[in-house]
């Protein structure tokens, strides 16, 4: 029977290696799953063969490494630039997993083969990781630019199992689903933000070039400006000189916000305020809590031993005080309480949602009570941002009708007290 070489990673992230007898590749892969171990790479030894082959030391591509692997780290990357990268590569990565490559090899496969430059940057930063013997999970922790930490701990989760493709479908699904909402978003803000723009370059105009001329004009007739005019031309001043100052200030307290968030007190402060600020509270909330529940369902669907699935849930948390909330939660679960008495005690569900989550835990089927939570609190999440939006929309519609009646009021009466001068 053929002998196969094979490089795994274990359920406590040590990586192994050694021999497997085998009729083919893929049912050495199966035997490594079913002695929950993840396959790496496999490689068919030659008949009389040493036990390692002469190219078992795998080396990254060297077109990604090291100086396209350190520019990649250092890379400042928006969240939307992310989940399009991380997005695109997942789609890829799936569809090797899906039909049957493992893996290390399938990561392996997109290093060497894809063609956009930042894809294959990527695919080749977590190969150099893999052929060190990491696990997918901890290859992932080197590029937090690219990977948020829910992501990871369900690539952890689907490693720890052995059972990668429906979670990489998972991830996918939750990618695509939060850049549409936030396509949404944007879309339903970009007429407002096009029309404020608009009126803003031509209040500009008015009050600093127009308005000015008219009270030259009145000051050589002998008239006097209208008072709507003095409004405007005091608006104007003092845009010139405040609006600079308040800038200024705005922007060095949002520096020292961020600087001070960087501390563990300070961040643990401003995010329990984020939870008590009227109308950010509930959409803070409903995020974290349909992050929560869908991660923790794919978890346990998959699996993944309850007490590892909480400790990834918990390191998947952004808010730092429902994280806290939550690890007094995984406490009390641990120790032999329910999901819905720990979270009820805790307080991090609404009353409605525990009731759900209490019925499906007596029912035994505890993953479709989070998936039912989820849903809602996804659907409440994706309501809220259309109601801020059309608010935005309205605010700013409000806002240039407001700054086009005043400086049309203030041009017309300046029109009038000037030909009063004029005719008196």
Known sequence: MPRFYYKAVGTDGASTSGTFDAADATAVRRGLREKKLTPISVQALDAGASSTPKTSREVPPRNVFPVDRERLLKESISRSDADKISLA???KLHQLVVNGMPLGDAVKALSQRLTVPRLKTLSGCLWHELSRGT???HAMQTLPNVFDPTTIAMIEAGEATGNVAPILANIIEMIDGRRRL???????????????GMVVCVMLFVLFYLMPNVQSMMTSMGGELS????L?????KFSLTGGPFLIGITVGAVLLIRQWRKTPGGRLITDRKCLSLPGIRTLVRNAELARLCNLTAVLLASGVDTTVALRLIERAVRNEHLRVLFNGARVFINDGLSFADALRRQELLPDMDLDVLSISEDAGDLVAGFRSIHQVRQEELREQLKRMTVWIGTGSLIFVFVLVALLVFGILSSILQLSRSVLG
Do not use: H, I, N
Request: proline share 7%; hydrophobic share 55%.
């Open 89 to 91: 590569f997942f789609a």
């Open 232 to 236: 405007v031309m005091g608006f104007a």
């Open 182 to 196: 936030r396509k949404e978003v944007l879309t339903g803000l970009a007429y407002p933000a096009f029309l404020l």
């Open 135 to 137: 696990t997918m999970g």
């Open 227 to 230: 008072l709507p005019t003095r």
